[in-house]
């Protein structure tokens, strides 16, 4: 008669190795609540009130880590070149364009371009001229979009990628929203929020330490079932010959 694989999973060998995915998967499943409640209670919370330095969080040609993302920044320099209009951007139901401009900041060998999007203007408003000589300008970080490319006075997306063979190099990989537009037609662009009432990148992080645990799961059963069928396969060998 031939071994069920119930028989050859309750060997102590895979017993034990089982004992050991359990606790890996349990450490995983626990990492995974642990960021679902941290992502209830970011979505929670209040946020940073005070914005930090630009030089604190982000450097130039840097990655854009998750947790800056969404920061407060303040950030000192100097408007520079001619606004792009970045299309097809809605607000309040409306279609426009957010308005954006190289913003060169001091690094203490040069100055690196920091993208900034001023505010959101309709489609037949032009957008009111930015301060002249050194501001301080206070925004969130946002992550660099798609490269989609440029063209003339427009562009599609807000990306690091296409904006630097425009303004050259250096420039930071991501860009600053202003928390205030000028008075007139540009209006301030309010951050994405999320109706869900979860913080959507803690819960992908306890999203993929579940699936870890599942998988984890996973691979002792398929270890256990090509032995059984390894075992299977020899008996039919043995039987042959």
């Not at 308005?99 to 100055?111: D, H, Q, S």
């Amino acid at each position: 008669m031939s071994p069920s694989f119930l028989s050859t999973a309750v060997r102590p060998r895979w017993l034990g190795l089982l004992g050991l995915v359990l606790a890996l998967a349990t450490a995983f499943a626990a990492l995974g609540s642990w960021q679902l409640d941290r992502s209830r209670d970011e979505a929670d919370a209040p946020g940073i009130v005070e914005p930090v330095a630009l030089r604190d969080v982000l450097q130039p040609q840097e990655p854009l880590t998750g947790d800056a993302v969404g920061r407060p920044i303040e950030a000192t320099g100097e408007f520079t070149g001619e606004p792009l209009r970045v299309e097809g951007r809605r607000l309040d139901g409306e279609t426009g364009a957010w308005v954006l401009m190289a913003f060169a900041v001091p690094t203490g060998t040069g100055t690196a371009t920091l993208p900034v999007v001023r505010g959101w203007v309709p489609d037949d408003a032009r957008a009111p001229e930015p301060p002249a000589g050194t501001v301080t300008i206070t925004g969130r970080l946002e992550s660099s979009e798609a490269p989609t490319g440029t063209t003339g006075g427009s562009v599609e997306s807000v990306s690091s990628a296409d904006l630097v063979n425009r303004w050259g190099s250096p420039i930071y990989a991501g860009f600053l929203v202003m928390d205030s537009a000028p008075a007139g037609p540009m209006r301030t662009i309010p951050p994405v929020t999320d109706d869900g009432g979860f913080a959507l990148l803690n819960l992908s992080y306890a999203l993929q330490w579940w699936i870890f645990a599942a998988f984890a799961v996973f691979i002792w059963w398929r270890v256990v079932r090509d032995a059984h069928r390894h075992e299977l396969a020899a008996l039919v060998d043995n039987g042959s010959s």
